[in-house]
């Protein structure tokens, strides 16, 4: 896609693979607790070294899951230590709502790069960056587009102003998260945002950008009428 990049989000292992070897459109990859024990992962660092082992030339987001601010930091450095092309995601506020933003500064400060996850409102966004607008170390600041959604808000809005806050800076990335439809591709890239994330199952859509409409109406009834056929259907 012209404009944005693509991470595909998810745990698996096969899928991971396969993904980074034979799809174009993906750039970079993210996961989180929730997608590792989906996937059946029960054992951290042996997930990160095996995935690390093969993929090492695009960005890979790996999340904490500590609630205290200084294991927090333990975390966050150890997952770094795991490649250079590792991005830590912490959350913008543990369990309890406080904010993570100092310890986010002071990573970034000593050059480890950060996936700030579950960011929500504008508030956020400018409590993150006041302080970070002038660092020079990667970030990512993944807004869920999809969840803001989910409670009748337009996220464009969003996504926009703070993307037009991070282009300027050349490191910090704005990312539409939670992505439910492949037209969020195309709103995340008209709110001028750096990154997206999809899942497996959203990946071959992709592939259907400026697909005719007749052609694809035709090959719809065409499904729904072998469909019936096969099953033997009869009133």
């Known amino acids: 896609m012209n404009g944005i990049n693509i991470y ?90 406080e904010s993570t933003v100092p310890l986010i500064e002071k990573m970034s400060s000593e050059g480890i790069k950060i996936n700030v996850t579950a960011v929500f409102t504008k508030n956020q966004v400018e409590n993150l960056l006041k302080d970070l607008i002038n660092t020079r170390t990667p970030m990512i600041v993944s807004i869920f587009a999809g969840r803001i959604a989910d409670t009748g808000v337009n996220p464009c809005p969003l996504i926009e102003e703070t993307s037009n806050l991070t282009r300027p800076t050349g490191f910090i990335k704005t990312l539409w998260a939670s992505t439910r439809t492949i037209y969020n591709v195309y709103e995340a890239q008209n709110s001028k945002c750096d990154i997206i994330t999809v899942t497996p199952d959203l990946i071959p859509k992709l592939n259907l950008k400026d697909k005719n409409l007749d052609e694809f109406s035709l090959e719809t009834v065409k499904m729904f009428y072998n469909d019936a056929i096969n099953v033997g259907y009869k009133l």
């Open 8 to 97: 595909a989000d998810t745990s698996n292992i096969k899928e991971i693979f396969d993904i980074y070897e034979n799809n174009k459109h993906i750039t970079g990859f993210t996961t989180n607790p929730s997608l590792m024990k989906k996937a059946g992962i029960t054992e951290y660092i042996p997930f990160i070294e095996e995935v690390t082992s093969k993929i090492s030339d695009l960005p890979f987001s790996f999340e904490i899951f500590a609630d205290e601010l200084n294991e927090m930091e333990y975390q966050i450095k150890k997952i770094s230590e795991f490649g250079q092309n590792i991005y830590v995601k912490v959350p913008i506020t543990n369990t309890k709502g």
